[in-house]
Nanobody
Framework: QVQLVESGGGLVQTGGSLRLSCLAS????????MGWYRQAPGKQRELVAT???????SYADSVKDRFTISRDNAKNTVDLQMNSLKPEETAVYYC???????????????WGQGTQVTVSS
């Protein structure tokens, strides 16, 4: 069973930085992609950043040039470095892992329990 455990959330002032980390229970090389999502109160969960098995990254437009996603296959972690944080980015941040079964292309999504990020104004 896949387990994803996030850490690194907390309270930060506007313009500050935080680094989130997601530790997987197994080898992250087994996942086609991993990423970070966030969900603010009363809003839908939204994609923040993803990184594929081969290291290709993508970002939501709102975080480009401020956030950086990275993966460490040896440590089975995926990190999200967040700089220049804004109050509207206050949310619960979730780690996600995607596995696509080769035999039939069925996609399996795994989620962590989330970590709270609060940006004070």
């Amino acid at each position: 069973q896949v387990q994803l455990v996030e850490s690194g959330g907390g309270l930060v002032q506007t313009g500050g930085s935080l680094r989130l980390s997601c530790l997987a229970s197994g080898s992250i090389s087994s996942f086609n992609a991993m990423g970070w999502y966030r969900q603010a109160p009363g809003k839908q969960r939204e994609l923040v950043a993803t990184v594929t098995r081969v290291g290709t990254t993508s970002y939501a437009d709102s975080v480009k040039d401020r956030f950086t996603i990275s993966r460490d296959n040896a440590k089975n972690t995926v990190d999200l470095q967040m700089n220049s944080l804004k109050p509207e980015e206050t949310a619960v941040y979730y780690c996600n892992a995607v596995r696509i079964r080769a035999s039939d292309s069925i996609q399996y999504d795994y989620w962590g329990q989330g970590t709270q990020v609060t940006v004070s104004s």
